[in-house]
């Protein structure tokens, strides 16, 4: 891949309002259904600009792809538990991934992703790198004191994660109380390694 020209700040704008259209577009309509013309339409500018800022339709959704990721995952990653228990811990970061990956912007999203796997399979390697594996790298930087810190935040991950997500995308979510004796268990099972 080609190096992109560095921006100026007008450009970095520029660049901030196609993301942001893209992304809207993207939700909604799926990458099949959005065409570069019609990103423009609403976020104004050149398809030039696209190509030479992002390759193509593809840079653009793989760059919304990572932008939404890090939106999603940012109050996972400033979440400083201190001298938090294990159990505990782990519970709050349960509790801050799922308040997260339950809002229907994230569930479009996921939606999104997986149905463009199979017109744009490298996709769903790159979103797992900026999506689940970083959660798992966040989680594990909480429990680093542990022998296996990396399988143990993948498994919490997982556990966590799978259900209620699944779930929310059939339209049958959890209760919160259901959330919080989900949450509650995983912590609990993990902690229980931990000890």
Known sequence: MSERPALTSRGLARRQVLLREASELFLAKGFGAVTVDGIIAVAGGSKTNVYRQFGGKEGLFIAVVEQLSAEFLSPLDMLDLGPTAPEPGLAILARTLLRQLLQPRHI????MVLASSGQFPELMAHWYEVGPRRSQQIIARHIAGAQDAAELARLFHDMVVTDPVTRMMMGRPLGEAEIEAHV?????TIAARLA
């Open 184 to 188: 509650r268990a995983a912590a609990a």
């Open 108 to 111: 479009a999203f996921q939606r």
